[in-house]
């Protein structure tokens, strides 16, 4: 775990502005909100999760494909996706609803993802997790996946953290870009 001394002056400021009772509140309200919808996901996909463990207990090569990723922290979390389904025609519909990523819920519920959150970045590209982004737990979506700014800056992410609201957030899930650049410091990096 980093020290306080060894944070960029981004990190401490974002870290600070997360830490208001406001923010704190905030955080709370979007992580029983993770918890909320990641249950009625789970519970609605059920039906789902039967056929792509039918289809995948009939290939007799697995059910899960697991990767380590960085976490909130920079800490390593293992993220499971289900194999690639057989069945033709069928698993590839199935692989296009997004199928394959519904165990992501559960690392949802346990809190190593949120729904909207910082790219999930691999331990071998840990100069990528670098900054504020690290103080909030990666997202299956966000602004980088998003295509927000065009998506070529490459301290979105940071950039994320330091403004992030519940409403940006919202803006997210519901597919729309907020405006999260006006100047973010390049000494995160």
Not at 68 to 86: A, C, D, E, N, Y
Request: charged letters at 25%.
């Amino acid at each position: 775990m980093e020290r306080r001394q060894d944070r960029s002056p981004d990190v401490e400021r974002a870290a600070r502005r997360l830490s208001r009772p406001r923010a704190r509140a905030a955080l709370v309200a979007k992580r029983a909100l993770d918890i909320w919808l990641s249950v009625v996901m789970l519970v609605a996909l059920l039906p789902l999760f039967a056929v792509v463990l039918t289809l995948l207990a009939f290939a007799g090569e697995g059910y899960l494909e697991r990767r380590p990723r960085l976490g909130r922290q920079g800490k390593r979390v293992m993220i499971s996706r289900f194999h690639p389904l057989p069945g033709g025609g069928f698993g590839r519909a199935l692989e296009k609803l997004g199928a394959r990523e519904l165990p992501l819920l559960w690392a949802v519920l346990r809190g190593r993802l949120s729904f909207v959150g910082p790219r999930m970045v691999a331990p071998s590209n840990s100069s990528g997790h670098t900054g504020p982004r690290r103080l909030m737990a990666p997202g299956l979506t966000g602004p980088a996946q998003r295509g927000c700014n065009g998506g070529a800056e490459p301290d979105l992410d940071d950039a994320y953290v330091e403004r992030w609201t519940l409403w940006i957030d919202a803006c997210l899930m519901a597919g729309r870009c907020p405006k999260l650049h006006q100047r973010v410091s390049k000494s995160s990096s």
